[in-house]
């Protein structure tokens, strides 16, 4: 997640690996400069974040690679073999472009906006409001004229004609704005496609000055991204939810390509330079290949242990090379995919000394947020006194907790990482619980006052919380590499409650009071699990799913109660029978992870996706889906919170602070900029909760007014 505020202190300079000088600088602005510049990191095997979302090859060197993550952009100059960090740490990059015209020039598309890299001692852009708080998922240089460079956004085409210094937009004829993939055709100057959520594939003739709709025969309009043929001109590839199409004559005509792709969820496609009628598509189930233009595909998935691949380049000056990024890292192949090489991943960045966390196994199945080689998930990394070297195991922290630095370290009982779940008891009196990176907390609502709870959760990262509406007693908290934990007195004690639970690397939960035994539901890297409160053993429910990457659950209780998993590839699936089988139900929604989703208590059919990509609302119980975006300045979305006793009142959090809509979602504010991509939970009688870094901050008005309510490891009251 992000960590933004409103800070716009002046951007250091820092020299990178053999003395080069690099400067991240914000085109569209990331608010926050000290955190999105980072320092260049050393060198290491390969970048790390729990998705590689972009791989760019460097058209004039080969061996010169950048992976954008979710913690930043990383390059190679060894193809692969090594690693260093190029800033914009914490920060979700989504599109990565080459500047032809200079050695270090480099486009990074955000959530938050675009970043350029430069080059030259004090070298920076200058800040372009045309692209503030934008998410940008798709860039295009134009290699004829390289000052030419088209972004697209959640807010249509953007188009410099000078490197990035201003943008214009230029959505004449779009009539959808949310642009999820831009490419040239290299065979007819000015001929420009895009590709968009919801309102299929535009074509301009004209350098986007002017667009028009080239969805002949598409079967779904949501088109994930474009791949142009590169010596024929007016052949390209869609990548749609429905599978693959093509195009021989610019956008007239699609015909459907996809015998033998066991996933059609593809979300990365590829054309060979030299032998165009060989393509690769990167699916949720792996590589494919074909040889004849699309007719036919085949898995090539021979060392690939990471199967959601999310992006894929071809190396142009020797086609048999080629990257995947996936949700665990890149992976190479020189042998036209025929096998694949991991690009081993480094060490996570970890926080003070003292950390005892559980660690992730490098586990085959797929799809897994993060590759760290590791013990099983019950073991426990011993207490050292120093920070781990690269050649050590990597602890299972958040990936947004800070490195311990001079300057940065918090004082020994403090709690730096950011409070990534929150669940409010609304007993007499309430009380709030909190976890982190570090472990579980519980604090009284009104005092502030916390306490770390101790036993099996301390130290581990807890990534969801959930308490039984009907026996507040009982509670359940999720783990990152431990499993499911369940309290019975009020979360006092707490026992692992595993059995069954084949992946214990759980994002979310969600509880269906509606019944005498309240059956639990846990989102892991393997599906969606399910157990009854007075059942002992967990079952897999994944039956009809075609992407087991869970990051998002809710349920609507009632006589026939319906489930509902968000994806780490953006699919949300539907079930109205327990969870025995599902049903896509992510129509209209764009591409990014579902990070959040809520359910309207007054309308069963009303509910709510929070996404990479921006906030989603469905009145059809998630038949179809909208954006509802208006008045947000960032549309990467880490939570959102209904309001209890107004269920037009929303909540959502994002990089620039946490937002109010209460309307529905027709139209957001801002109420408070300083916290970023916490969690968020309402309780009707005392009031709005968000999860920030080290601390848990309440308002009981609405969001007029907030109370600060720092963690700290000994328990002592904090409240201030």
Known sequence: MLRTGRSRSRYRVRTGAAGAVLVLTAIGSLARPPDSVAPVQPASPGPYGRIVSAVEIDPTDSKTLYAGTGNGVFKSTDGGATWVGLGLHKVFVGALARDPSSPSGLYAG??????????????????????????????????????????????????????????TAANRGLTNLFVTSIVLDRGTSGVVYASTNGGGVFK???????????????????????????????????????????????????????????????????????????????????????TDAGSSWKPVNTGLTRLFVTALAVDSASP?????????????????????????????????????????????????????????????????????????????????????????????????????????????????????????????????????????????????????????????????????????????????????????????????????????????????????????????????????????????????????????????????????TWSPAASGLARGAVRSLVVDPASRETLYAGTESGIFKSTSSGASWTPINSGLTSVSIASLAIDPSASSKLYACTPGGVWRSTNGGVFWSVLNSEISSGALAVDRASGLYAGSRGAVVKSSDGGKTWTTMPLRADGRPTGH
């Not at 009104?446 to 007693?473: M, R």
Request: charged share 15%; proline share 7%; net charge neutral.
């Open 204 to 290: 301009s003739s004209d350098g986007g000055s002017s667009w028009q709709a080239a969805n002949g025969g598409l079967a779904s309009s949501l088109v994930l991204s474009l791949a142009a043929e590169p010596k024929s001109p007016g052949t390209l590839y869609a990548q749609t939810v429905e599978g693959i199409f093509k195009t021989r004559d610019g956008g007239t005509h699609w015909v459907p390509i996809n015998q033998g792709l066991a996933s059609r969820f593809a979300l990365a496609l590829a054309v060979d330079p030299v032998s165009p009628a060989t393509l690769y598509a990167g699916t949720a189930s792996g590589i494919f290949k074909s």
């Open 320 to 580: 048999a090379t080629l990257y995947a990024g996936t949700d665990g890292g890149v992976f190479k192949s020189i042998d036209g995919a025929t096998s694949w090489v991991e690009l081993r991943l480094p060490v996570l960045p970890v926080g003070p000394p003292t950390v005892r966390a559980a660690v992730r196994p490098r586990a085959p199945a797929p799809p897994a947020r993060e590759a760290r080689k590791a013990e099983p998930a019950a073991a426990k990394v011993e207490e050292k006194n120093t920070e781990p070297t690269s050649t050590e195991s990597a602890v299972a922290r958040s990936p947004t907790a800070e490195p311990a630095t001079a300057s940065s370290a918090p004082e020994a009982a403090e709690i730096a990482d950011l409070v990534s779940a929150l669940a409010v008891d609304s007993g007499s009196p309430p009380a709030v619980y909190a976890g982190t990176a570090r472990g579980l907390f519980k604090g009284a609502a009104s005092a502030g006052s916390w306490k770390a709870v101790e036993g099996p959760l301390s130290e581990l990262y807890v990534s969801a919380l959930v308490i039984d509406p009907g026996n507040p007693s009982l509670a359940y908290a999720a783990t990152d590499g431990a499993g499911v934990f369940r309290s019975e007195d009020g979360g006092v004690r707490w026992a692992a409650w595993n059995d069954g639970l084949t992946n214990v690397f759980v994002s979310a939960l969600a509880i269906d009071a509606g019944s005498a035994a309240p059956a639990l539901y846990a989102g892991t890297d393997a599906g969606v699990f399910k157990i009854r409160s007075d059942a002992k053993n967990w079952s897999a429910v994944v039956t009809g799913m075609t992407d087991l990457s869970i990051t998002a659950l809710a349920v609507s209780t009632g006589q026939s109660p319906t489930v509902w998993a968000g994806t780490k590839g953006g699919a949300i699936f539907r079930s109205t029978d327990g969870g025995s």
């Open 110 to 167: 955000t959530g938050s906006g675009l970043w350029k890299a430069i080059g030259g001692p004090g070298g920076r852009t200058s800040l372009q409001k045309e692209l503030e708080g934008l998410f940008v998922g798709a860039l295009a240089v134009d290699p004829a004229s390289p000052a030419v460079v088209y972004a697209g956004t959640g807010g249509g085409v953007f188009k410099s004609a000078d490197a990035g210094k201003t943008w």
